[in-house]
């Protein structure tokens, strides 16, 4: 247990629609970070958050958006769901420069 | 940004045998650097990591890893294995500023040990 949770665990959508991600961080940790894994691959970088502020962001289309709160909890946002969007969607949260944590994941299955 | 390289994917051993795993990555300056497992059906879980230091790093379930700046290696070692270390290992160094220092995961070893 790293005490990062994920919800929901499972979501199945169809192609256009929208979906929304969430995480909660373990206590003290100001910074979230989402990554998509799709199947047999590593995990690739999506953005990342740092008190409420996007300060990092990886190869992905601006219709995947995300949140923080003041709580340093995170949402994750999809719109315009595509087939390829079908993957793990992993959070993971720290503290500063230093080891990231992560939960359990949303497995989101697009058809 | 430093990227990283695994070069064996998919790796199969019998129980007790000794287990390398190569991780290479691309940047010349400060590297920090991560090995993760993910088991079947678990999260990733920090194996090690190296910061600064000893470049010989212990971890947990008696994984080791050793930071070769010469060679921009951090290859994963376990002198015998078990089948319980079964699961997808990731290497990853922490990314560049634009990133925010996320980690950029390499494509990952899968490890399968046989009986």
């Known amino acids: 247990e790293t005490g990062v949770t994920q919800s929901p665990t499972h979501l199945i959508k169809t192609r256009g629609q929208q979906v929304t991600l969430r995480c909660s961080s373990q206590s003290g940790h100001n910074t979230v970070s989402w990554y998509q894994q799709a199947l047999g691959q590593g995990p690739q970088f999506i953005f990342q958050y740092y008190r409420e502020e996007e300060n990092g962001r990886g190869n992905f289309p601006p219709r995947f958006s995300g949140l923080q709160f003041p709580n340093y909890s995170s949402e994750l946002n999809v719109n315009a769901l595509e087939l390829d969007d079908s993957a793990l969607y992993l959070c993971?949260?720290?503290?500063?420069?230093?080891?990231?944590?992560f939960g359990p994941g949303t497995r989101l299955t697009v058809l | 940004a430093q990227s990283v390289s695994q070069h064996n994917h998919h790796v199969i051993l019998s129980e007790a045998a000794s287990l390398e795993l190569g991780c290479n990555y691309s940047?010349?300056?400060?590297?920090?650097l991560f090995w993760y497992v993910q088991y079947p059906g678990q999260h990733l879980q920090l194996l090690l990591k190296y910061f600064s230091g000893d470049p010989l790093v212990k971890g947990i379930k008696g994984f080791e890893a050793e930071f070769i700046k010469s060679k921009f290696s951090f290859n994963l070692r376990k002198p015998s294995v078990q089948w319980s270390d079964t699961a997808e290992y990731f290497c990853?160094?922490?990314?560049?500023?634009?990133?925010?220092?996320?980690?950029?995961f390499g494509k990952g070893t899968s490890l399968l040990v046989t009986p």
């Open positions: 990853a160094p922490f990314g560049d500023s634009n990133s925010g220092y996320a980690l950029n």
């Open positions: 940047y010349g300056g400060t590297v920090n």
């Open positions: 993971a949260s720290r503290r500063a420069a230093d080891t990231q944590y």
